[in-house]
DNA sequence: ACCTGAACACCGTTCAAGT
DNA sequence: ACCTGAACACCGTTCAAGT
């Protein structure tokens, strides 16, 4: 593995590789069984005692976010790289693509994501703003050549592509890239013929 | 309680007061702690043994379905009464607002719901139908009004309705209510001017 | 016909004891 | 410095035995 999912410090070399080990059977155990998977398989697959797991990775979040680290850095490197496509529009959706697309690789992801942002020590807490952070700046891009209204944050963008993300892993894959494609264009500006057609009502 | 949430035929007395009180707990528990709450819990707090919780609902989808009747045929009603709006827009606006406000009542229940889409044997099955139907004609209505694409069903719009609903779930009331919005605009036609602004990309 | 509760298998989390 | 595994508390689900 890269430097990029290593702990802070120099470990002793059987910490190290009961670190890796868990890493990649949480990988596994995550992607076939979804986020709330058994944490003892986990440790089992990995051949170590569950008091190790805990040690390396005291909460499940915990886990979650060293096993998303790389993938995030990837989806932000994509975000800067999309701008500069030529077209703001299409950069903005396939960076949305993409990201709903690895986030519906966990089933329950979605999910642990959107709500660590109700408590700012979630260690995915800063997972969510880096990658809200990355979909601001094609955001703003997209909302300057007026494909996007002014009352759309990056919040609501990145809420989208979860609720995209949720809703594939319980449809199908057609229907997925439909209600993705759905929401990303209904943060486009109302067009003022189509605006409150017959009656506002109370 | 009504006709409409009790089981086929006649009970025997006790058994009758047994399956009230499960279903008046489940409903507090399932507010309060979401659907994926304890079911021994609910067995207690009904003062009955867990079996017996077993014997009137085999599974957390049976005791749900009997939990949501009453209220899905309220947001049937309300469909139907919604098709005498003047305005088709904000008739399907309602209906979706609506419907997202009473499944955001209960944590995870908007998975439960659009994952019963898998298994035609889930009791919650039949219950997703019927408000797909009652959404449908409240789409269709607005369709014929120009107000949606020719490509959104009405199992779409199902499905954006939970989307909306999970998304609420997590975020505060004010982010929820936007983004159901920007979501039902997502199915408004695309004005052509708007559409492929700049290059369509490989 | 219905209810009870023990039984079984599983899990999350902690922590004293080891090396 | 790290690892182990027993301990505790909890849960889903089944089913023999009761009334």
């Not at 076939?32 to 998977?37: D, K, R």
Request: charged share 25%; glycine share 6%.
């Amino acid at each position: 593995m890269t430097a990029a999912n290593t702990p802070h410090r120099p470990m002793r070399a059987d910490a190290r590789r009961n670190y890796e080990r868990l890493l990649a059977e949480a990988e596994v155990a995550f992607r076939e069984q979804g986020t709330e998977t058994s944490l003892e398989e986990i440790a089992r697959r990995a051949g170590v005692s569950i008091g190790t797991l805990y040690g390396h990775f005291p909460t499940r979040q915990a886990l979650l976010e060293a096993m998303l680290h790389e993938s995030i850095d990837r989806l932000v490197a994509i975000a800067e790289e999309l701008l500069a496509h030529p077209s703001p529009g299409e950069a903005l959706a396939r960076w949305a693509r993409a990201t709903a697309a690895h986030m519906s690789a966990y089933r329950g992801l979605a999910t642990s994501l959107l709500s660590s942002l109700k408590d700012e020590n979630n260690p995915l807490y800063r997972a969510c703003q880096q990658m809200t952070a990355a979909g601001q700046r094609l955001l703003d891009r997209a909302r300057t050549a007026g494909l996007v209204r002014a009352e759309a944050g990056a919040d609501d963008m990145f809420a989208l592509i979860n609720a995209a993300a949720w809703a594939r892993e319980q449809v199908s894959a057609e229907q997925g890239d439909r209600l993705l494609a759905f929401m990303l264009d209904g943060l486009r500006p109302v067009p003022a013929e189509t605006r409150r057609p017959v009656d506002p009502g109370p």
